[in-house]
T-cell receptor
């Protein structure tokens, strides 16, 4: 079956612009995660969605970052007023019900803020 | 915050050589995972170890979880160019569902 898909694969934007990153999880996976991978750094947890429960936003680095998940499936990560330090690879993952330790990652969106 | 330290940061070896990379922490983890990430792709789960002292083998890859569950190692026998990639270890983070990752070991296997 299809894996986790993300779009766009690459995004170049100017400082101060807003960007939207999309994640389409594996069908049937109830949990969805966003991570950020900066150059030379490990993956940094951003936000977690589980079914219809309130998301865990504890990893979002500032109030310029927000995310939503519509209909328990597709998720959108929005970064407002982008800054150069936001440049990174944004990875989305999903996991089957009850298997948080088994996360399937998408290919990521490479964001470059000029 | 539980931290995972990986070493070495970079490793370049010839095809056919053996290698070991390490993942260490001062904290005890209930489990540890190893991922491989290739350029332009997301990480792919290789293995999960859950029992102290556990050894798991995946073809030419051998994974070991330390007895105290604070460290893990990945040994590759007779490395091949297809083994090239970024090897990441990860364990449960602050929430039971999120993962905390090390910074990875970037492996290059030269033909």
């Amino acid at each position: 079956g299809a894996g986790v898909s993300q779009s766009p694969s690459n995004k170049v934007t100017e400082k101060g612009k807003d960007v939207e990153l999309r994640c389409d999880p594996i069908s049937g996976h109830t949990a969805l995660y966003w991570y950020r991978q900066s150059l030379g750094q490990g993956l940094e947890f951003l936000i977690y969605f589980q079914g219809n429960s309130a998301p865990d936003k504890s990893g979002l680095p500032s109030d310029r970052f927000s995310a939503e998940r519509t209909g328990g499936s597709v998720s959108t990560l929005t970064i407002q007023r982008t800054q150069q330090e936001d440049s990174a690879v944004y990875l989305c993952a999903s996991s089957p019900p009850g298997q948080h330790g088994t996360q399937y990652f998408g290919p990521g969106t490479r964001l470059l803020v000029l | 915050t539980q931290l995972l330290e990986q070493s070495p940061q970079f490793l370049s070896i010839q095809e056919g050589e053996n290698l070991t990379v390490y993942c260490n922490s001062s904290s005890v983890f209930s489990s540890l995972q190893w991922y491989r990430q290739e350029p332009g792709e997301g990480p792919v789960l290789l293995v999960t170890v859950v029992t102290g002292g556990e050894v798991k083998k995946l073809k030419r890859l051998t994974f070991q979880f330390g007895d105290a569950r604070k460290d893990s190692s990945l040994h590759i026998t007779a490395a091949q160019p297809g083994d090239t990639g970024l090897y990441l270890c990860a364990g449960p983070g602050a929430g039971s569902y999120q993962l905390t990752f090390g910074k990875g070991t970037k492996l290059s296997v030269i033909p």
